[in-house]
């Protein structure tokens, strides 16, 4: 009806479904073709004489049928870009861990990579010379630094749970990493979860390592994998650390449904925050002193250092809000959820 078909002498049933859409797309083309055109000194033809002479709802007229074109991916009117196969000895496969590997940092100034696994470490893997294909994976697997979570003392503090763990236990059932993978936790297995080391992060200068254990713990390691300090007051797993621009803050989230800004110099920590409901599952800084934190419980919270609420709470995912990202060029917080969609605020 919107294409008002049925006040013209046109066969219906000749047009394709979709064909407004259509028409509306060659409008445009026709618009900016017009546009060149008139800006061309040359007068250069640059539509061919069937383009030239097609009417709007013609050129919605199904004449031949074209076979139907492979994509990668879903076809639902998104583009997908083709699958890249490159050949092994382009690959550097480095293989140190003996458990699942659940992220990945480049260093932000040496040619250094940081990995965390459920081994129980992170690896500092120095990749220099990796763009030579003679150089063999066993020589940067030979100078990666080993960093040991979950050691004596520490660990037999974080294994033995308290009663707060086992009631998270009994109403969670779940816990879920920082790149979104759900791990089903039972009691009784909570000594072997608590190795899983799931998220890291660099300083701007490339000096430090922070990284998040499941047995509650944040810690701060040199790039040359020397442990510096361990910040502990969490309730169980983190979920994700963030450093800020300035590199004196690192901001954690965790299970116990709480965030944390250390002061990364001293090792203590400043400020915990409880505005949340249920786990929170990810952080962003805005400022150097104002972050954004996200949560199964479908909300996401803008807070600042010293306020004791929310400057700002954002609600309009109807799931949990997985990840969020703040993006310090455009000054917008971009996230996503099990809602199956994304925000851009």
Not at 147 to 174: D, M, Y
Request: proline share 3%; hydrophobic share 35%.
């Amino acid at each position: 009806l919107e294409s008002n078909l049925v006040d013209s002498d046109i066969d219906c049933t000749e047009v394709a479904s979709g064909a407004l859409v259509m028409m509306v797309q060659r409008g445009l083309f026709y618009a900016e073709a017009e546009f060149r055109a008139m800006a061309n000194p040359d007068n250069t033809p640059m539509l061919d004489e069937k383009t030239d002479t097609l009417g709007l709802i013609e050129a919605g007229i199904v004449t031949d049928v074209a076979a139907p074109r492979a994509v990668s991916g879903d076809s639902n009117g998104v583009r997908h870009t083709d699958v890249l196969e490159f050949p092994e000895d382009k690959v550097r496969f480095l293989k140190c861990h003996s458990s699942e590997v659940f992220i990945c940092a480049w260093n932000p100034v040496e040619d250094l990579m940081a990995s965390g696994s459920g081994d129980s470490t992170a690896r500092i893997w120095n990749l220099a010379g990796s763009e030579n294909p003679a150089t063999p994976s066993r020589e940067f697997e030979a100078r990666t630094k080993v960093l040991k979570h979950c050691t004596s003392g520490e660990s037999e503090k974080a294994q033995q749970p308290s009663n707060k763990f086992v009631l998270w236990h009994s109403a969670e059932l779940r816990a879920r990493s920082s790149i979104g993978k759900r791990r089903k936790m039972r009691l009784g297995q909570f000594s072997i979860s608590i190795k899983d080391v799931t998220s890291l992060d660099w300083d701007a200068a490339g000096d430090l390592l922070a990284t998040g254990c499941y047995d509650g713990f944040a810690r701060i390691w040199t790039a040359e994998g020397r442990l510096r300090c361990t910040l502990g007051a969490h309730k169980g797993p983190i979920f994700a650390l963030k450093w800020n621009s300035k590199g004196d803050f690192i901001l954690s989230a965790g299970v116990d449904k709480s965030t944390i800004v250390w002061d990364a110099v001293k090792g203590q920590q400043v400020q915990q925050f409880h505005f949340h409901t249920a786990s929170a599952l990810d952080v962003d800084w805005i400022t150097n002193d104002t972050f954004a934190s996200c949560s199964t419980d479908k909300s996401i919270h803008v807070s600042r250092l010293g306020c004791d609420k929310p400057i700002r709470t954002y609600l309009g995912h109807r799931n949990e809000v997985n990840a969020i990202k703040y993006d310090q060029h455009s000054n917008r917080l971009a996230s996503c959820s099990d809602d199956m969609s994304l925000k851009v605020r």
